[in-house]
């Protein structure tokens, strides 16, 4: 017996709205995990990403002064 046969007699606050809540429920807290582990990657990817771009300025920076300082 299919997934589809189960629900084909159902109504459809049965499929839309009862089913969507309880799943809610019952994962709920996982599904919270899942998306602030997520999250925490994605800022820490970010924070990753920008302390890296300031480093390679910094350094550019550094040595474009440096040798134009040793040009004169």
């Not at 602030?36 to 390679?56: D, E, P, S």
């Amino acid at each position: 017996m299919a997934v589809r046969e189960i629900f084909a007699g159902m109504p459809w606050w049965v499929k839309w709205i009862a089913v969507p809540v309880i799943a809610i429920f019952v994962f709920g807290g996982l599904i919270a995990s899942v998306v602030g582990f997520v999250i925490g990657l994605l800022f820490k990817v970010l924070f990753f990403v920008v302390l890296v771009g300031g480093l390679i300025f910094v350094v550019r920076k550094f040595m474009s002064s440096s040798s134009s300082r040793g040009d004169w």
